[in-house]
T-cell receptor
C-alpha cells in the first residue's frame, strides 16, 4: 500500500525566498511520485513527476524535486518565490499495478509575502 | 479549448435530491477518473474507467453511480444526496502508455476545473 505525508499544512515565504515543500512517501514497491498545484477555485495542474528515471526532476514554473530513496522523500523546491506561486500544493504517489490510482497527501498551502 | 470540462461548476441542492455531474475530455485519452475533495482539501479517488470499463471502485456509497457512455465522457450520478456529500468533485483523464498497460501507474492525469456541490 502507498501513502504520502506532507509536512506542514501551511508554509509562508517572502517573495524571492527559497520555497521548500516537504513530501515523504511510503510504498512497498518503487513508487511513481507527482507534485500537483491547485490555484484558488481551479483544478489540479501537474508540476512534475518522478517515474524512475533521473532522481532530480525539473518541472514547470521553475520548480524541481529530488527523489531520495534512502529518505523516502520527494521534496519540492524553487529557488526564488514569486507572488504567483501562492497556491495549494499536493504530493501524490502511485505504483506499478495500481491502475493509475493516485494517493494524495493532504496538501500544503503556500503563501508568498511581498 | 478546454481539455477536461465539467458541468455544472456549482451545484446547490437539497438533501434527498438526485443530481448528476458531467465530464468530458477532448484529449483522446482512454482512462477517466472521479475524485472527491473535502472541505479540508483532502483528495481521494472514487472511480476510474478505462475504455468505458470500470477499473477502480473505491469504497463509495452505492448512491454514487458513474456512467461512461463513451471514452470521452464520464458522468457521476448521485442519489438521495446527504449533507456529507458536499465537496468539490474533480474529473480527470489520462492515456495508457503503450507497453505499460494499465498497470503503468504513472500516466499523467489531467484534471477538470471541479464541481462544487453544496447539499443543504
Amino acid at each position: 500500500a502507498q501513502s504520502v505525508t506532507q509536512l506542514g499544512s501551511h508554509v509562508s515565504v517572502s517573495e524571492g525566498a527559497l520555497v521548500l515543500l516537504r513530501c515523504n512517501y511510503s510504498s512497498s514497491v518503487p513508487p511513481y511520485l507527482f507534485w500537483y498545484v491547485q490555484y484558488p477555485n481551479q483544478g489540479l495542474q501537474l508540476l512534475l513527476k518522478y517515474t524512475s528515471a533521473a532522481t532530480l526532476v525539473k518541472g514547470i514554473n521553475g520548480f524541481e524535486a529530488e527523489f531520495k530513496k534512502s529518505e523516502t522523500s520527494f521534496h519540492l523546491t524553487k529557488p526564488s518565490a514569486h507572488m504567483s506561486d501562492a497556491a495549494e500544493y499536493f504530493c501524490a504517489v502511485s505504483a506499478p499495478g495500481s491502475q493509475g490510482n493516485l494517493i494524495f497527501g493532504k496538501g500544503t498551502k503556500l503563501s508568498v509575502k511581498p | 479549448d478546454t481539455a477536461v470540462s465539467q458541468t455544472p461548476k456549482y451545484l446547490v441542492t437539497q438533501m434527498g435530491n438526485d443530481k448528476s455531474i458531467k465530464c468530458e475530455q477532448n484529449l483522446g485519452h482512454d482512462t477517466m477518473y472521479w475524485y472527491k475533495q473535502d472541505s479540508k482539501k483532502f483528495l481521494k479517488i472514487m472511480f476510474s474507467y478505462n475504455n468505458k470499463e470500470l477499473i477502480i471502485n473505491e469504497t463509495v456509497p452505492n448512491r454514487f453511480s458513474p456512467k461512461s457512455p463513451d471514452k470521452a465522457h464520464l458522468n457521476l450520478h448521485i442519489n438521495s444526496l446527504e449533507l456529507g456529500d458536499s465537496a468539490v468533485y474533480f474529473c480527470a483523464s489520462s492515456q495508457t502508455r503503450r507497453g505499460t498497460g494499465l498497470a503503468g501507474g504513472y500516466n499523467e492525469q489531467f484534471f477538470g476545473p471541479g464541481t462544487r456541490l453544496t447539499v443543504l
